[in-house]
C-alpha cells in the first residue's frame, strides 16, 4: 500500500507541475484535476476515505465545473473556432489521459486487494457520505454553494463586460 500511495503522489506532484507550467488556462484546469483525482487517492490509500470522497466530489467536481465556466465565459484571446481546433489535437489529451489511466488501474488495483481484507476503502458506502455532508455540515455545505454562485455571477459580469468592449 505504500508504493501505491508515492505512485499516487509521484502522480499528483507531476500533474502539479503541469498546472504551473501550461501556458493555455484551459490545460492547466485538465492537470489540475489529474492532480485532484492523485490526492483524493492519496488520502484513500492513507486511511482517509471520507477526504478522498469530499476531495472528489467538492474539488474535482464543482470547482472544476466552476473554473471551466469562468473561462469559457471570460472568452480569452483567439477565436473560438482556432482555439476548438488547438484543444481537440490529440497531443494536448495525451498527458492527462495517461496520468488519469494510471490513477484508474491504481484504484482498481487497491479495490481489488482491499475486497480481500479489511481496509479504509470498505468502510465507505455512498450513505455515509451523505448523511456528513446533509447532517453536521449541512452549514458549510451551503456556505460553499454560495461560495461557487459568487464566482459563477462575478465571473459572468467580467465575461458579459468584456463582450460589450468589443
Not at 451551503?142 to 467580467?158: K, N, P, R
Request: charged content about 10%; hydrophobic content about 55%; some cysteine.
Amino acid at each position: 500500500m505504500n508504493t501505491l500511495a508515492l505512485f499516487s503522489g509521484a502522480v499528483t506532484l507531476l500533474g502539479a507541475i503541469m498546472v504551473i507550467t501550461r501556458q493555455v488556462a484551459v490545460h492547466a484546469v485538465l492537470y489540475l484535476v489529474v492532480t485532484l483525482l492523485g490526492l483524493a487517492t492519496v488520502f484513500a490509500l492513507l486511511g482517509a476515505p471520507f477526504a478522498a470522497a469530499l476531495e472528489v466530489i467538492i474539488y474535482a467536481g464543482a470547482i472544476m465545473v466552476l473554473f471551466v465556466f469562468v473561462i469559457m465565459m471570460l472568452n480569452l484571446g483567439q477565436s473560438d473556432r482556432e482555439r476548438e481546433k488547438e484543444w481537440l489535437q490529440p497531443r494536448i489529451w495525451l498527458g492527462p489521459a495517461l496520468l488519469s489511466i494510471l490513477l484508474c488501474a491504481e484504484l482498481i488495483y487497491s479495490v481489488s486487494t482491499s475486497s480481500q481484507q479489511e481496509g479504509p476503502l470498505a468502510s465507505l458506502s455512498a450513505r455515509d457520505v451523505g448523511l456528513s455532508l446533509f447532517g453536521p455540515y449541512v452549514l458549510m455545505v451551503e456556505l460553499v454553494s454560495f461560495l461557487l454562485l459568487a464566482g459563477l455571477i462575478t465571473a459572468f459580469h467580467i465575461g458579459r463586460h468584456r463582450t460589450e468592449g468589443r
